[in-house]
T-cell receptor, first 113, second 115 residues
Framework: GESVGLHLPTLSVQEGDNSIINCAYS??????FIWYKQESGKGPQFIID?????DKRQGQRVTVLLNKTVKHLSLQIAATQPGDSAVYFC????????????FGKGTMLLVSP | GAGVSQTPSNKVTEKGKYVELRCDPI?????LYWYRQSLGQGPEFLIY????????DSGLPNDRFFAVRPEGSVSTLKIQRTERGDSAVYLC?????????????FGQGTRLTVV
């Protein structure tokens, strides 16, 4: 399928390394954040989420950190595998009424065996 | 079904034609979202439904774009007088309840090409 990764910041790592993908979000009133993984030709796939009343949340091999002071979100992937290669997007949701998810620009992660 | 289903997966149309893109959300999900994704960009919000009503259509770029969800399940995104700039992947997502802030599950998208 057609790549969604053109013109995106790229992080290249070796298999087994830990990866950190960063995201600066825009709305200080956002109350919910999600990291999505998108492989070529597919829709975004949920990885992990975090609410604004938390600063860290862990999943399987993944950790999300939230720093509301500087409006920064990061995704840490432990022991990165070739199957982790994809474009990663952070998304934020405002806290008013029917606010929807707003996506960041995305980062392409390339994992070499 | 097990996930969000979008049809067709690919659509090629001529400039000026009318197209309809279909989304079947996960059964029981009340919230449904349409996004558009251009090459190398993140998904861009178009419209959000809560049940049958469009709770937020602020992302629709102009009046050539319209979406419906008449029975609170399947949704159709309609584009009139298509232009080459409409070419993109159109993504649909659903979630159980927006109020709870639960994750949105995405379909594979429909790749629209206007020639």
């Amino acid at each position: 399928g057609e790549s969604v990764g053109l013109h995106l910041p790229t992080l290249s790592v070796q298999e087994g390394d830990n990866s950190i993908i960063n995201c600066a979000y825009s709305n200080s009133a956002s109350d919910y954040f999600i990291w999505y993984k998108q492989e070529s030709g597919k829709g975004p796939q949920f990885i992990i989420d975090i609410r604004s009343n938390m600063d860290k949340r862990q999943g399987q091999r993944v950790t999300v950190l939230l720093n509301k002071t500087v409006k920064h979100l990061s995704l840490q992937i432990a022991a990165t595998q070739p199957g982790d290669s994809a474009v990663y997007f952070c998304a934020e949701r405002g806290n008013s009424g029917y606010s929807t998810l707003t996506f960041g620009k995305g980062t392409m992660l390339l994992v070499s065996p | 079904g097990a996930g969000v289903s979008q049809t067709p997966s690919n659509k090629v149309t001529e400039k000026g034609k009318y197209v309809e893109l279909r989304c079947d959300p996960i059964s029981g999900h009340t919230a449904l979202y349409w996004y558009r994704q251009s090459l190398g960009q993140g998904p861009e919000f178009l419209i959000y439904f809560q049940g049958t009503g469009a709770a937020d259509d602020s992302g629709l770029p102009n009046d050539r774009f319209f979406a419906v969800r008449p029975e609170g399940s399947v949704s159709t995104l309609k584009i009139q007088r298509t232009e080459r700039g409409d070419s993109a992947v159109y993504l649909c997502a659903s979630s159980p309840d927006r109020i709870l802030g639960t994750e949105a599950f995405f379909g594979q998208g429909t790749r629209l090409t206007v020639v």
